[in-house]
Structure formats: structure tokens, C-alpha cells
């Protein structure tokens, strides 16, 4: 082997050096078995040298699962890309012989009914070790490679017993997409030489960068609410094991050292108990005395927390187990320059593989500890259900959608929902068999439940490194309701959820020579309605409401009338039967048109509606995720064409194949006086642009919409405030994301297919617009007490009380629609998204006389 050795040359820039080889990273004196293939065998490089990419990681460890008896490979799901999610599962070869039988028994160390007839002795632990969620961070999937070889190949006692009494669960790339595009920008930016200046492009990589997966989505965000295939995938194999212990290895600003939890203890979250942070402290002590040996530096408690449970690693922690947070100094490229001297790839990749194998050694040394606790921590939660008092939440709406996808997501981690089985009234709001779902809370996963579920407006600290509130009913507007043991009865639980069980739809009325209506309450409904547009039918959508027969149906309802239809009857109705039964939504068969008690379906109150041709502003100086959420609601939810049109090409191209233009949250610098000119002259021939948060200051700066912002109270100067108070106030004044509620007019355009004028919105910015002085104008309200849940300073909510939502502004023929707040958020805000579409589709029917 040979031994690295570092140069600086004094006469250059350049940093020339013999490439680490396993002997730079693995421990000294242990024998490898020679049968196992060394990381360069397949690669054909050394770790660190290049970095890997996402097929040759996979490649290597498919060698490793050939050659060891240690190892079996499993590919649990895939990507966007369709590259493969794989998982090594390492123990000792007799622990793989048997390995169904200890699945099942750890699985039944969460079971408080029978745990307690467990003996934990012999009992292995379970470590799921996940590397690189962000792709951008790569020493953590780089590390993985020495972690697999290591416990492929090492011999000797020491291991021998870390394979007896463990099985480990590891994850090379969390997130493959974003992994592979990372190292490709990297390595086709290499020098022979190692350039170490920050200014080199290697190390800048370009937008969006590598650090979200193919939508754009920071996948560890993605941990509780579950909406991205590499998180599904995740969280099915977690709940098939319940590991004890998750390490979760990041990269952070190349001028820090070396960070791991416990995080800053006053942003715990209050439901984690604190025999968590007690273990989790005792492994830091594993943790230091590994970097301290190699001389690396680090902290912690000083950074981070363990609030928001939607972490990787936060998530254990209200399921059992306890996350580990691991945060790296980058070197962005191969090496870069930094306050602490030149850092090297290989140098960070080294600091990881030295802390996973302190967490192994760790966990092996507290095995009991991890094994009772996480026993205790399931009969805990038993027994906290059943002092509640709480038999069950009820969840239910109109939309059987979102319903359902709420259902899903609870059952992604293992909770039991049940379809309701009677009618429900609970505090006056009644639950109806078809809409509604039952979740029973006296069970072991009653602290999951309530975390996903709760409100809270009270915190022990008023900084917070993600999101303060996350509930999720109010995220998917649905109403929900807790019963007591008193009101509950078995008789309430229909059939349990089942994902197959998704909502059905059908033509109600058979055939009809006149016309097809279909609501527009549906989640749904806007895929059903671009469908039709864009195999050319001819729509209109009602701004009034009307009858037919018994029925009432309400604005935004979508008209299909079979005579001005360029199809015959039969087309019409065989292509609207296989929408409604493909999308899941109900479309009813209407004989006439006739109507003296509201309106004919002949009225002028049914608008045409034109198919949108959308171009989504993407690019330099536009936030990448706020962008991918509405890329991906387009492309995968909505099946809706939607061009990603690059801010720098926007001078050369021509708008007219547009006739809306989507800009998110971002500062638009990319755009020169000629680009906003142009920009204002296809508005002002007709355009749609639909906006949002950053976008609207910059619309308004070009005089696009009226969006002057109130200034939020952490850019108040005027009053007296110590200078050590600086970053609790500052921080303080920031909405790291809380939802607040919303008074919305429902016979608005933007909210067509809204029963409830109250409509909770999320809210991660402090951009305050002030009500306009219109009579219609203000469609969109914060209430007079906004915050339902999550952590607001004082002096923004006074800023925020009665704001306004959404401003609407026309220029020429054109409309300009703007949201103070991403409603896309995540790809879990499903209770906005209907908002955000109804723009896109209804914008310009908005009447002149609702502009600010």
C-alpha cells in the first residue's frame, strides 16, 4: 500500500499530491481478507481520488455482495432516473442464516404486548448507516465504500463479535440523482493538478447543484411527510427493521471543522425522550475519541437541533431509536482553501469513516442500552395513550384525494388507519362513510401519531434550524377531530387502509346528448381538465352556481357540452368514461340545460377556458426547491406540460408560444432592463404570470403589480437594542415555517372547489403585504389571530394580523397574480395546491375590478 503524502508547492496555486490509499483511512493493525475486492479493484482509482458516481458505487458494492458471505444486497426501490436504491444488510454469516427469525424478533421488541417475554442477551442490535442524502455532500457515499470493504474484509476477534452482535442496515446514496450529478460536474472540472482556490469552477458548481434529487427536492426533508420515491423506499425498510440506531452523514461550509450531536439541547423537541440526548451523548464520547486520534477538530451542542421529526436524524427519535447527525467541513471539490488550511477530499472522507466506526463501536458497547430503551420506549408510549384518555382521531373532507393520500402517508410508517364505517359527529362537524378515516390511538405508535398530528404555538426556544409546525391535516385542509375512549367504539373501524383502495370514479347518468359536468373539489380535478384541453375539447367553467335535477353544483365546476364538441357522442363518452375511471373523479351525465330556479347551462356565467401554456422561470438567482415543487406538481401529479425556461436564455427566446409564466420565490437578477421590458410587453399582449415571495418584489420593482412589502420587524433600526442581543433577536424575527389561517372569498376564482372560507396556510418568510383598498381585492386574508401553529415573534404577527394573501394586478390585456407564500411547499402542502392551479387556469377570468 502506499502512504500518502501531501506537498504544498510554494511556487503555484496548485496542490500536487500522492493519492490517499487504504492505508491513509483504514485503522492499523487489522488483516483484511484477500478474496474481498479492495475499492480500486472495481473503481479503478482510490477512494478520494475521483469522485465515485452513482454506478460505480453500485458496482463495487454488487462485488462485494458476490465475494462475501457477510453481505446480501437488496434493491428496495429506485429513483426519478431509475437508478437503483440499494441497501447492504452486513452480520456475521450465521446471523444471515437466521436472519428472518431476528427480523422478527426486534420487530417484536416493539410490541409492548410482547416484549417484555424477550431476552436481549444474544440479541443483535439493528444500525442503518445512510450517507450523501445531499448529493453535493459526497464524503459521506464516498465513506461508504471504506465502511462496506471494512466490514467485508477485516479479520480478528473485534470484528468478528461487532458481526454477532449487529445487523447493519447501510445505505451508500441516499439520494443516487443528485450523488451522480455531483460527481459529474466535479470530475469533468478535475486538474491533473488539485487546484485548492475557492474561485476554481470546480468547486462552484452551477445551478441548481447537486444537493436535491431529480425534482429539486431536499429529500431530508422529505423523512416524516414522505412524498419523494427515495423516501418511500427509505421508510418501508426502516419500518421493516426499527433500527435502533441511524447515523446520518452531512457536509456543511468549508470553513467549519467537524460537528455531532447532540445538538443545541434548548431545540430538542419536547416529545423526544431525553433518554435520547442521554445516548446520544455517550456515543459522542465514541465519537471524539475517534477524531481525537487522528487530530481532527470539532464541536458540538453549539449547532443544529432535533425539532422538526421530517430529519433523518430526528426521525428515529419518535419511532424508538435514536439519529445522529454527522456534519463535515466540505471540500466542494478535490481540495479547496479554507481558514483551518488547504481541506482535502480525502481529508473529510477520512473524518467519516473514523465516526462510523466510532457509532459501531459504540452501539456494540451500549447494546443493552439501545435494545431496553428502545423496549421501554414502546411500552411508554402504550401506556401514555392509554392515560390520555384519546381513543382516536377521525380525519375526513370533501376531496376523498386528499383524504386518501393523507391515509397513505400515515400508513407509509406503519400506523393503522381504517376507513370509517358510520357516519360521525364529533363537536358539531359531521364525518360521512365515504370521506372520512379513523386512526386509533391506543397503540405503541401513539407518539408518532401525535407528532404528525399536534398544535403548537409554545417553544422553549424561538430559533429553529427547519420548520416549527408541520401538522398535517391542516397541511391537506381536512378536517379532524379526537375522540375520547367514552365516544369510541369498535363499530366506527371499517376496512383498514390498503393503498390498492384508492378513491374510484364513474360517469353518473350514463350517456347524454347534451352535456358532462365534473366538480371541481376533486384534488384531481385540474389533471382531468388539462387532459380534455389538450385532446382539443372545447370547456367552460361556471362562475356561478346552478342545479341539475337534485343536485347542486357549485362554482368552478367544469361544463363539457357535447354540441360544440368536435367528436361524436360516442368518442365523447368513451374518452370521458376512461378519465373519470383514470383519474378517480365522478363526471355526471346532465339531460338539459334548462334551469328557471338558477342558471341555464347556456348562461354567459360559464367562461371558455383555453389550455395554459406554461414556462417556468428556473435558473441562477430563482430558488431551485420552490421551483421543483411546482415542476413536479406539473409533470408527476397533474400530468401537465410545463417548460423550464432558463433565466439567461430568456433575452433570445421568443414568449409567444407562452401564455403563462411561472416565477417562484427568487431575486431574478439573471434579468437585464431589456429582459423586464419584454417581459412587460407579452403581459401586457395578454400573458398570465403567476408569482410568488421573492418574485412579487421584483415584479413590482419593473412595475409588474402592486407588491410593496410592509418591512418585517428584524429590518426595524429605530429601536434601542444591546449588540449581544443580535442573533436571538435576528433570529428570532425569521419564520423558519408555521401555519397561520387564511380568510378566503370562495366564490373567487382562485378559490374555486373550496367549501370553507377558512384555509390554513404555510408561511416561511416575513414578506408582509398590506390589504389593498379595494372592494374585491383582497381574496385572501390572514385572520385577525393567524397562527395556528408553529413559533411567530410577536412583532411579525402584529405585522401579519389581516395582511393580505394574494394581490392581482392587470397591465394591458395581461394579469399579473401574485402569493405572498409558496403553496407547492414540499410536496406536502396538498390543502394549496388547488389555489395555485386555479391560477393557472382561472387567472384571467379574474374581472379587472378586483385588482389592487
Known amino acids: 500500500m502506499r502512504f500518502f503524502i501531501l506537498i504544498i508547492l510554494l511556487t503555484t496555486n496548485s496542490i500536487s499530491f500522492s493519492q490517499a490509499d487504504l492505508s491513509y483511512y483504514l485503522p492499523s493493525g487489522v488483516t483484511y481478507k484477500s478474496d474481498i475486492p479492495e475499492p480500486s479493484d472495481v473503481l479503478g482509482h482510490e477512494v478520494g481520488e475521483w469522485h465515485v458516481s452513482h454506478d460505480k458505487l453500485v458496482e463495487y458494492m454488487r462485488a462485494l455482495d458476490t465475494a462475501s458471505d457477510r453481505i446480501t444486497l437488496e434493491v428496495i426501490g429506485k429513483t426519478y432516473e431509475g437508478r437503483p436504491l440499494i441497501n447492504l444488510i452486513i452480520t456475521s454469516p450465521s446471523n444471515h442464516q437466521n436472519l428472518e427469525n431476528l427480523q422478527n424478533e426486534h420487530i417484536t421488541l416493539t410490541d409492548p404486548s410482547k416484549s417484555s417475554q424477550l431476552a436481549i442477551e444474544n440479541m443483535p442490535a439493528v444500525f442503518y448507516m445512510g450517507y450523501s442524502i445531499h448529493g453535493n455532500e459526497p464524503s459521506g457515499s464516498n465513506t461508504s465504500l471504506l465502511v462496506a470493504y471494512y466490514l467485508a474484509a477485516a479479520q480478528g476477534s473485534y470484528i468478528d463479535k461487532i458481526l454477532d452482535e449487529t445487523i447493519i442496515l447501510l445505505d451508500p446514496s441516499f439520494n443516487p440523482d443528485g450523488l451522480n450529478r455531483f460527481a459529474n460536474y466535479v470530475n469533468a472540472n478535475k486538474s491533473s493538478n488539485t487546484y485548492d482556490d475557492p474561485n476554481n469552477r470546480e468547486l462552484n458548481e452551477p445551478w441548481p447543484g447537486g444537493r436535491t434529487n431529480h425534482y429539486w ?5 422529505d423523512w416524516l411527510v414522505t412524498q419523494l420515491p427515495e423516501s418511500q423506499a427509505r421508510i418501508a425498510q426502516f419500518h421493516k427493521w426499527k433500527p435502533n440506531l441511524l447515523t446520518d452523514h452531512h457536509e456543511m461550509g468549508s470553513n467549519n471543522t467537524f460537528f455531532f450531536q447532540p445538538g443545541i439541547p434548548s431545540r430538542n423537541n419536547p416529545k423526544t425522550p431525553a433518554k435520547v440526548f442521554e445516548l446520544t451523548a455517550e456515543l459522542g464520547r465514541f465519537h471524539a475519541q475517534a477524531l481525537d486520534s487522528i487530530g481532527s477538530l470539532y464541536y458540538t451542542q453549539e449547532s443544529y437541533d432535533d ?4 430529519k433523518g436524524s430526528t ?12 456534519e463535515q ?9 479554507t481558514e483551518n488550511g488547504v481541506l482535502t477530499f480525502p481529508f473529510t472522507i477520512r473524518n467519516q469513516f473514523n465516526t462510523a466506526l466510532s457509532s459501531l463501536k459504540g452501539l456494540n458497547q451500549n447494546r443493552d442500552a439501545f435494545l431496553n430503551y428502545q423496549r421501554s420506549y414502546f411500552k411508554d408510549a402504550y401506556n401514555e395513550a392509554t392515560k390520555s384518555g384519546q381513543a382516536a382521531i377521525v380525519f375526513g373532507s370533501k376531496d376523498k384525494w386528499r383524504n386518501y393520500h393523507l391515509a397513505e402517508l400515515m400508513n407509509r410508517h406503519g400506523i393503522s388507519v381504517y376507513q370509517s364505517k358510520s357516519k360521525t359527529k364529533i363537536s358539531g362537524q359531521s364525518y360521512e362513510v365515504d370521506e372520512s378515516y379513523v386512526v386509533p390511538l391506543n397503540n405503541s405508535n401513539y407518539r408518532l401519531i401525535k407528532a404528525m398530528f399536534d398544535v403548537t404555538t409554545n417553544f422553549q426556544d424561538s430559533l429553529f434550524y427547519d420548520v416549527s409546525a408541520w401538522t398535517l391535516p391542516m397541511a391537506f385542509n381536512i378536517d379532524y377531530e379526537t375522540v375520547n375512549g367514552r365516544s369510541f367504539n369498535a363499530n366506527m373501524l371499517g376496512q383498514p387502509f390498503s393503498p390498492i383502495l384508492q378513491p374510484k370514479g364513474k360517469i353518473v347518468g350514463d350517456n347524454s346528448d347534451y352535456a358532462y359536468v365534473f366538480e371541481w373539489n376533486d384534488y384531481y380535478s385540474p389533471k382531468a381538465l388539462y387532459y380534455l384541453l389538450k385532446n382539443g375539447f372545447k370547456l367552460k367553467v361556471a362562475t356561478q352556481n346552478f342545479t341539475s335535477g337534485d343536485k347542486n353544483f357549485e362554482v368552478g365546476t367544469i361544463l363539457i ?5 368536435l367528436k361524436t357522442k360516442g368518442e365523447i363518452h368513451s374518452t ?8 378517480g373523479i365522478d363526471i355526471h351525465a346532465l339531460k338539459s340545460g334548462l334551469n328557471y330556479e338558477t342558471v341555464s347551462l347556456g348562461s354567459p356565467s360559464f367562461e371558455t377556458i383555453s389550455i395554459p401554456s406554461i414556462a417556468i422561470l428556473v435558473g441562477e438567482s430563482v430558488r431551485s426547491y420552490d421551483a421543483g415543487e411546482v415542476w413536479h406538481l406539473f409533470d408527476q401529479r397533474m400530468d401537465m406540460e410545463a417548460t423550464l425556461l432558463p433565466v439567461d436564455r430568456f433575452s433570445r427566446v421568443s414568449l409567444d408560444r407562452y401564455n403563462v409564466i411561472v416565477m417562484v420565490d427568487g431575486y431574478y437578477s439573471a434579468l437585464n432592463i431589456n429582459d423586464a421590458e419584454k417581459l412587460k410587453e407579452w403581459v401586457k399582449n395578454g400573458g398570465l404570470i403567476v408569482g410568488s415571495q421573492g418574485a412579487l418584489k421584483y415584479l413590482n420593482k419593473i412595475g409588474l403589480g402592486k407588491f410593496e412589502m410592509k418591512k418585517s420587524a428584524k429590518s426595524d433600526s429605530s429601536k434601542y437594542r444591546k449588540y449581544s442581543d443580535i442573533d436571538a433577536f435576528e433570529g428570532a424575527q425569521e419564520i423558519g415555517g408555521a401555519i397561520f389561517n387564511t380568510r378566503i372569498d370562495l366564490t373567487h376564482p382562485l378559490f374555486y372547489g373550496y367549501q370553507k372560507e377558512y384555509l390554513p396556510v404555510f408561511r416561511n418568510s416575513e414578506d408582509f403585504l398590506p390589504p389593498s383598498t379595494g372592494a374585491y381585492s ?6 385577525e389571530n393567524p397562527l395556528l401553529s408553529g413559533y411567530i415573534s410577536e412583532e411579525n404577527l402584529e405585522m401579519l394580523k389581516n395582511s393580505s394573501g394574494v394581490g392581482i394586478s392587470s397591465y394591458g390585456q395581461g394579469k399579473v397574480i401574485g402569493f405572498t407564500d409558496d403553496l407547492n411547499f414540499r410536496a406536502f402542502w396538498y390543502g394549496t395546491n388547488k389555489t395555485f392551479l386555479n391560477a393557472i387556469f382561472f387567472g384571467k377570468l379574474v374581472d379587472r375590478s378586483a385588482n389592487r
Open 329 to 337: 467541513a466540505s471540500s466542494r471539490g478535490h481540495a479547496r482553501e
Open 561 to 565: 357540452p357535447v354540441g360544440i364538441q
Open 307 to 310: 425539532f422538526y421529526y421530517g
Open 217 to 221: 427536492f431536499d429529500l431530508n426533508r
Open 778 to 783: 383582497n381574496p385572501m386574508m390572514y385572520t
Open 576 to 583: 370521458l368514461k376512461f378519465l373519470s375511471e383514470d383519474v
Open 315 to 326: 426521525y428515529p427519535d419518535i419511532n424508538g431509536g435514536i439519529g445522529i447527525l454527522f
